[in-house]
T-cell receptor, first 119, second 112 residues
């Protein structure tokens, strides 16, 4: 079975450019999460969706960041304009809603991440 | 804000031995969940074990078990019969209904 697919795996861009990260969740999963990992701040939950609807985006650092989930099999995280401090590994994860308990507690399956470098 | 603390940046264990990774957290909530995630060099995060705070019984998954001390806000991970494939970063995490926090991680080295 294919796991969570993220593209690109590596992205190098220059400050000020728009960056779009892509994620394909596991088929049948109805929740999707975006995380950012940096040495300074560790792993942070940015935003998550359930049934394609954003549930909580309070972790999104700035208005430069936006995320969409137009359908159940695709999500994007966009940074516009990008800055050097956005350099990080961005992970996407998906889960299948289990009855009972908060959505965040469902077992999340992570993608391999996208390493973003903003020069 | 909730915090998750892993006080051991790096640990080493001999193959086939047992190692315990520490994690403490700070919360005023009574209902929450705790997790241990493994991140091997491939970078992909893998769930190792989870614990519901309302359950007194410690969770176990094969060679992995936890020691959950709710009053002490402690959630340690014990790896028995360590294997070379256990070498990775291990992250402790806390979540409630709408927030998810990770610790800073412990790098586990396994010596043959």
């Amino acid at each position: 079975d294919a796991g969570v697919i993220q593209s690109p795996r590596h992205e190098v861009t220059e400050m000020g450019q728009e960056v779009t990260l892509r994620c394909k969740p596991i088929s049948g999963h109805n929740s999707l999460f975006w995380y950012r990992q940096t040495m300074m701040r560790g792993l942070e939950l940015l935003i998550y969706f359930n049934n394609n609807v954003p549930i909580d985006d309070s972790g999104m650092p700035e208005d430069r960041f936006s995320a969409k989930m137009p359908n159940a099999s695709f999500s994007t995280l966009k940074i516009q304009p990008s800055e050097p401090r956005d350099s990080a590994v961005y992970f996407c994860a998906s889960s299948s809603r289990v009855a009972g308990g908060p959505l965040l507690t469902d077992t999340q399956y992570f993608g391999p991440g996208t390493r973003l470098t903003v020069l | 804000a909730q915090t998750v603390t892993q006080s051991q940046p790096e640990m080493s264990v001999q193959e086939a031995e047992t190692v315990t990774l520490s994690c403490t957290y700070d919360t005023s909530e009574s209902d929450y969940y705790l997790f241990w995630y493994k991140q091997p060099p491939s970078r992909q995060m893998i769930l190792v074990i989870r614990q519901e705070a309302y359950k007194q019984q410690n969770a176990t998954e094969n060679r992995f078990s936890v020691n959950f001390q709710k009053a002490a806000k402690s959630f340690s991970l014990k790896i028995s019969d360590s294997q070379l494939g256990d070498a990775a970063m291990y992250f402790c995490a806390w979540c409630n209904f709408n927030k998810f926090y990770f610790g800073s991680g412990t790098k586990l080295n396994v010596k043959p």
